[in-house]
């Protein structure tokens, strides 16, 4: 069982830089790859980062490659996301996911990740 808490969503302007934290418990959480995925609204939820158990794997959407960083401390229980150059469409729910796995490469499939956090709003407007 992995329990998740996302943390740092806000209200911000377009261009500006956000970080959200996801917090596991757990002992296991190092078994686990980690990805964040959004739902805006009227829209499916869908797919944005993703690291591997160890780190050195990580995946995103073309909508946020270049822009958005994954990261993850194994000693902390800890997976972030380094959001920069915000733009209105990233306006959503964002969720931290844990998904159990024995791929090389973390998956961007939602099915994969049978853990969730219950979502913090980031809102870009100005």
């Known amino acids: 069982q992995v329990q998740l808490v996302e943390s740092g969503g806000g209200l911000v302007q377009p261009g500006d830089s956000l970080r959200l934290s996801c917090a596991a418990s757990?002992?296991?959480?190092?078994?686990?790859?980690m990805g964040w995925f959004r739902q805006a609204p009227g829209k499916e939820r869908e797919f944005v980062a993703a690291?591997?158990?160890?780190?050195?794997?990580?995946r995103y959407s073309d909508s946020v490659q270049g822009r958005f960083a994954i990261s993850r401390d194994n000693a902390k229980n800890t997976v972030s996301l380094q959001m920069n150059s915000l733009k209105p469409e990233d306006t959503a729910v964002y969720y931290c996911?844990?998904?159990?796995?024995?791929?090389?490469?973390?998956?961007?499939?939602?099915?994969?990740?049978?853990?969730w956090g219950q979502g913090t709003q980031v809102t870009v407007s100005s």
């Open positions: 757990g002992r296991t959480f190092s078994s686990y790859d």
């Open positions: 690291i591997s158990r160890s780190g050195s794997i990580t």
């Open positions: 996911a844990a998904g159990g796995s024995t791929r090389l490469s973390p998956s961007t499939g939602s099915l994969r990740y049978g853990y």
